[in-house]
């Protein structure tokens, strides 16, 4: 594996002091960084050198939620409350084959790497007509393939709509299936050791398509596994309503009952917490995905990440299903983050630099993950970003975490995870994105001729 040496850069380690170097270096060999600081990088002999002038240094950005086989699906129920959504687009979710999953994980993590994403946790939980192993299997594959860290949140749902939940029931499946299916994905795939390319959570659905039996039971098997949990909760007002009638509670006590509110488990969304809520999280360390662009398409609410973090609670960033979110672009996540804030608590309730934060130390957080990346110190993984500020669209702005989080899409000089490139120079570097692109419309074109048919 060639070193690379990033020269001439500001450099934002995003360490726990804050350090930057508006002049610095980062040195990556073996896959490790063995070398940040100030000034000129030292010397090594046959790196990569890569002049950074004019550029910023971050570590990779980490998505702390998605549901990447929604890009085979966008465009549907662009008008929809959450509940409404999901009713739309189950049935079309229920076709799904692994030829479409396969292009659209393999699609959805290209973009994700365009964005500046080293790391990327995916949550799948329709599996039709007893898919299971083969679309776990097909979503690894493209993982592998574009060179992204991976994050398999293996999902579940077990409550369809003779239960009254929203999922048909064809695309349901029972509990010991469940169990049984995701314990074997565990067993298959997850490595636990240092620096690892990819790992498996335990994952049901949410509350409103999941029985308690299989929340339950998913926490027993996590914890009997070594690995993380991961659902989604407190997404809408509905979500709150449906468990004060169902479970004669709010969902946050719910999910304590069930024994899900720990450090081992992270919640997708949280809009609607209370103060009560939030100190149970924090209290608990149990991490929070904040998805600011899917909750504005949804109309869902505006998260309170500024009462979160004060709260103790680990926050990170996430896209979400690009169904519910098309531009599926983490580095706009940022700016989303902080206008979220902003609007709850006005203009002093984010900057620039805790955004950052959330996109990196904060998602290495969530996922368990912050001994290896989400900084750039040595020892730990080279998962870079490089970030060009040197064009119109962030000229003129003198600080460069400023013009990276408040201005446009910034381009990718280059963007590394365990120090191989996978974008260089603004393109992606391990897949013809013209042939994902293809493929992709394929796939959607497949399930939308079966969706009007």
């Known amino acids: ?17 804050g350090t930057e170097h508006p002049a610095g270096h980062v040195v990556v060999e073996d896959g490790v960084i063995t ?17 950074g002038a004019g550029c910023l240094a971050t570590p990779g950005l980490i998505n702390t939620h998605h549901h990447l086989y929604q890009w085979a699906t966008r465009g549907y129920a662009t008008d929809h409350t ?10 079309t979710w229920g076709r799904l084959r692994p030829a479409h999953v396969a292009a659209a994980n393999t699609a959805g993590l290209a973009w ?16 039709p007509d007893g898919q299971a192993a083969e679309l776990v299997d097909v979503q690894i594959a493209a993982a592998a393939r574009i060179g992204l860290r991976l994050h398999l949140a293996r999902g579940s749902m077990d409550r369809g709509v003779s239960d009254g939940g929203l999922p048909p029931d064809r695309i349901v499946e029972d509990l010991d299936a469940a169990l049984a299916a995701t314990a074997d994905a565990v067993d298959r795939h997850h490595d636990p050791a240092p620096g690892s390319m990819l790992r498996i959570a335990v994952a049901p659905c949410s509350p409103f398509s999941v029985s308690t039996d299989l929340l339950r039971e998913s926490a027993a098997l996590a914890r009997d596994k070594g690995v993380r949990l991961h659902t989604h909760l407190c997404e809408t007002v509905d979500e709150a309503e449906f468990c004060a009638e169902v479970h004669g509670c709010d969902p946050v006590e719910y999910m304590d009952r069930v024994g899900w509110i720990a450090d081992d488990a992270w919640l997708a969304h949280a809009v609607h917490l209370d103060d009560r809520a939030r100190a149970r999280l924090g209290a608990a360390g149990t991490g929070v995905a904040h998805c600011p662009s899917s909750n504005a398409r949804l109309g ?40 979220t804030a902003r609007q709850r608590h006005g203009p002093h309730a984010m900057d620039a630099r805790t955004a950052l934060r959330l996109a990196t130390a904060g998602g290495a957080r969530v996922l368990g993950r912050d001994a290896e990346i989400g900084s750039l110190e040595v020892g730990k993984q080279g998962d870079i970003a490089l970030w060009d500020l040197t064009g119109l669209g962030h000229a003129g702005i003198a600080d460069p975490v400023t013009a990276f989080v408040l201005g446009p899409a910034a381009p990718l000089r280059l963007l590394a995870v365990a120090g191989a490139a996978v974008v260089a120079d603004g393109e992606l570097r391990t897949a013809d994105t013209e042939t994902l692109a293809k493929d992709l419309a394929a796939a959607s074109a497949d399930l939308r001729e079966a969706r009007d048919a």
């Not at 940040?36 to 790196?47: D, F, I, K, Q």
């Not at 009462?307 to 299903?321: K, T, W």
Request: charged share 15%; glycine share 12%; aromatic share 6%.
């Open 300 to 339: 869902t609410g505006l998260a309170d990440v500024p009462g979160m973090l004060a709260a103790g609670i680990p926050v990170g960033l996430g896209v979400d299903g690009a169904a519910s979110q098309e531009a599926g672009h983490l580095g706009e996540e940022l700016r989303q983050a902080v206008y």
């Open 82 to 91: 959450l509940f409404e959504w999901l009713v739309d687009l189950y049935p």
């Open 112 to 127: 994700l790497a365009l964005s500046g994403c080293t790391t990327a946790a995916d949550h799948h939980y329709v599996y």
């Open 35 to 51: 070398a940040v600081g100030p000034g000129p990088a030292p010397h090594v002999e046959g790196a990569r050198r890569i002049d």
């Open 1 to 17: 594996m060639t070193a690379i040496v990033i020269d001439n850069t500001h450099v934002a380690t995003v360490d726990a002091a």
